[in-house]
């Protein structure tokens, strides 16, 4: 939610500094010769800084500032992007091309700026053989070093063996 900025009568302050529409400082006055000046010009009398003793205002339309105002805040958000973290599970019986199915889904989700979380599902009696888990990672990590950066090292998470991988710069 953003705050509203105080605007003509809804300012409480009996004096203001002002400043005019071109930037020059009007300096302090009284609330009713400030809203005054604002009226001559047709513009708003907008308060821009109310924890400044005095509050500082400034003449400006108002209307036109809040639409700059939104039109920036779209120009940020056109520009921020999403990184979003795909998950690929592996088996530790995984076969040799499967694996490098499984390799190239890595690599497209790296060519997308995404990160990629690699996990390796133990079931039943495999968690006996973790060592094979870490030897298929390493494999994983051989094979992208070019494409990715491990952004965190292999380890155990309950039956799951996690790594994540992002993309080079």
Not at 13 to 32: A, H, M
Not at 138 to 153: G, R
Request: charged share 35%.
């Amino acid at each position: 939610m953003e705050k509203q900025a105080n605007v003509n009568e809804r300012i409480r302050s009996p004096e203001v500094r002002v400043i005019g529409q071109d930037g020059q400082q009007l300096g302090v006055l009284p609330i009713k010769r400030a809203l005054e000046l604002a009226l001559q010009e047709e513009l708003d009398l907008v308060e821009v800084a109310p924890n400044a003793d005095p509050p500082v205002c400034k003449i400006m339309d108002y209307g036109k500032f809040k639409y700059q105002l939104s039109k920036r805040t779209q120009e940020a958000k056109k520009k921020q992007t999403v990184i979003q973290v795909k998950e690929v599970k592996i088996r530790p019986k995984t076969d040799s091309h499967d694996l490098e199915v499984k390799i190239r889904h890595i690599k497209r989700f790296l060519g997308q700026k995404d990160k990629a979380k690699v996990a390796i599902v133990f079931r039943g009696r495999e968690i006996a053989y973790t060592e094979h888990g870490t030897k298929i990672l390493e494999h994983v990590i051989e094979e992208l070093k070019e494409d990715a950066v491990v952004e965190q090292a292999p380890k155990m998470e309950g039956r799951n063996m996690v790594m994540i991988l992002a993309p080079k710069a």
